[in-house]
């Protein structure tokens, strides 16, 4: 089993940063891959990003290319998703999710994402306007 634990959610106004925190504990040496979601209580989830846990493969959704990086630090177990150039319509709950066998690439796909093996309980980003 592995549990992910997100942190870093708050507010912030247009155009300004957060930098979101998921750390991983268990067995995470099974772990593939990990990336975010989020979702509004309007709109369905929607990947974000995606990073595989061992190897250098990155897939990111077009809305936050070239304004969102995700990163991992292996020795912390902790995954990161830096967001600049925040907008309003960031807002959401930004979830965590994990998988023993799923690629990056997978997690873009809604009938995989309801696959993955982990996931977290999510942090709340508001992004003033």
């Known amino acids: 089993q592995v549990q992910l634990v997100e942190s870093g959610g708050g507010l912030v106004q247009a155009g300004g940063s957060l930098r979101l925190s998921c750390a991983a504990s268990?067995?995470?040496?099974?772990?593939?891959?990990i990336g975010w979601f989020r979702q509004t209580p309007v709109q369905e989830r929607e990947f974000v990003a995606a990073?595989?846990?061992?190897?250098?493969?990155?897939n990111y959704a077009d809305s936050v290319l070239g304004r969102f990086t995700i990163s991992r630090d292996n020795a912390r177990n902790t995954v990161y998703l830096q967001m600049n150039s925040l907008k309003p319509e960031d807002t959401a709950v930004y979830y965590c999710?994990?998988?023993?066998?799923?690629?990056?690439?997978?997690?873009?796909?809604?009938?995989?994402?309801?696959?993955?093996?982990?996931w977290g309980r999510g942090t709340q980003v508001t992004v003033s306007s």
């Open positions: 268990g067995r995470t040496s099974s772990l593939r891959s």
């Open positions: 999710a994990a998988d023993r066998s799923a690629g990056p690439t997978l997690y873009a796909s809604s009938s995989s994402q309801d696959r993955l093996d982990y």
């Open positions: 990073i595989g846990w061992s190897d250098t493969a990155i």
